[in-house]
């Protein structure tokens, strides 16, 4: 007996290690296929070094080589993140990051401070909305980049950074711990004359210690101090949560909203996923789990592996109140998961227009190399009825669908003015003046002049009423989301056909003025002695208001800015 099982031993070890060595084999032959295949790319890259006719940035190579490969999979949303960028990625799809916790854009050459986040070092400190910073740590910031003065604001957590502050007023409207502005090259810099502190103004330094800040995404209908009123109709006692993105943070924040709102009586919800683009699908999952007790909540399906589910659990589930849940074109990923999960469930109406259609599950991959990473597609959402949110060129159905009597349309106009209302009800003041009443639910609606938001504002009144979901807007129109897509795809051609005929009349006009010159040298059009580098572009809004700058990141651009590469510099970024 005892030989036989050293006989099986010895079998199962010999199938073991031949199966190891099979498996090795494969492995082996399938990194020398890779190496194979990347022979080419390397043998190019050897050519361009020794003959390309100037010197080249190999690592600007190494990005455009990786970024070229993945473009040819024709999905816009696998991309490679360069080590130098993981940082800031990393602070979007988390939320987290470490600094003074303000969101500020360029103002005048210096920085201003749009608002404090709720309960951060900066807003701590007493920094407030419109204040000016001139300096960080003693040096002037005079038309600095934005980028490089958000880098020093950042830092490790518990280390202080002290910020030369300008604001209107006088040494009576300091904040406690303010101290006599000192700036050391406020008179000259690298970039010229500084100005001094504007009429009416005070300059005080004001030192900052950094801390870990992770952004709110659960905003409320109004700002009350640092805090958010969630109650739109204290009459009806109807609860409003507005939610941004979709972060680690979210939840959480979103069940103690839910809680305060059931503590003041709440009768109904509305959750307000309009121009959410999306993020975690861990907590767009916890989120519906939050109002579901059964169900599916969202499949998804890939290539590398079976379909898998997410089932809601009863343990935690907030109570069944009524809930609309408003969504429009920019709702997408995250909150179509979220939206259609409630909807398929019966567990909320959805008010407004058909979603965006983002349905598909992403992974994050450090590179062994440390190089950077890869945010790659490898499935796709489906809802518990089958349906596919992802978008397609040929999809004639996708995202999610407002309920029947439950579409409701926003004019470019209506949607203008809500943004506005939304940016400045997010801007933490010192002076939180009421507009006018709050507590009253029809001058709201009049007030905020949404008419999606009062639409599902009068479906809950009524359900509280007589039990029933009664019709508040009409049914989506055979026809108009094709002809939604057709007006987006006739515009982008408008726009195609507009810029080669300026680029033609560019041209036109280059060919007469250089006619008898002396050819240049291929894209040499500026003299070496005269080289147009760098700049700016300013984006505004319809109020001439800033609200992103480019900065120009080629040299020796032609004084037309044909084709001129440019970088996103900021538009309002947090820090």
Known sequence: MQRNKIGLASVLLAILVTTLAVRLTIAASDNASKYTWTEPVVEVLSEVEKRFYKDTDLDALQVAAIRGMLEELDDPYTEYIPKVDVADFNKDIRGEYVGIGAAVRPESGWVMIVSPLEDSPAYKSGVEAEDLVVAVNGKSIWQRDIDDVIDELMGEPGTVVMLTIERKGDASDLPRGAQAATITDAVQTDNGEAPGPMTGSVRFDLPITRDRIITSTVKGIHREGDSWNYMIDPVDKIGYIRVTQFTGGTVPELFNACRSLLNDGMKGLILDLRFNGGGSLAAAIDMADLFLREGVIVETRGRSGPPQRAWARPENTLPDFPMVVVVNGASASASEVVSGALSDNGRAQ???????????????????????????????????????????????????????????????????????????????????????????????????????????MDAISARLITGEWAPVGGDTPPGTLDLAALKTAERTRELLVRELVRNGKRIEALEKATRGMTPLEPFDLIPDDKPLEGGHIDIRDAEGNIIATLKITGNDLERWLVDAPVAKETADGSE
């Not at 598909?360 to 809802?383: C, M």
């Not at 089958?386 to 004019?411: K, L």
Request: proline letters at 7%; charged letters at 25%; one cysteine or more.
């Open 350 to 456: 959805i008010l407004g227009e058909r979603t965006f259609g983002k349905g598909i599950v992403q992974g994050l991959y450090n590179l062994p190399s440390g190089s950077g990473q890869l945010k790659i597609t490898e499935q796709y959402y489906y809802l518990p009825s089958g349906r596919c949110i992802q978008r397609e060129d040929d999809s004639t159905e996708w995202g999610v669908d407002p309920d029947p009597g439950f579409y409701v349309p926003m004019t470019d106009e209506q949607v203008t003015n809500m943004l506005r209302l939304r940016r400045d009800e997010d801007i933490i003041r010192a002076d939180q003046t009421e507009a006018c009443c709050w507590d009253d639910p029809a001058w709201i609606r009049d007030h905020l002049g949404d008419p999606q938001l009062s639409a599902a």
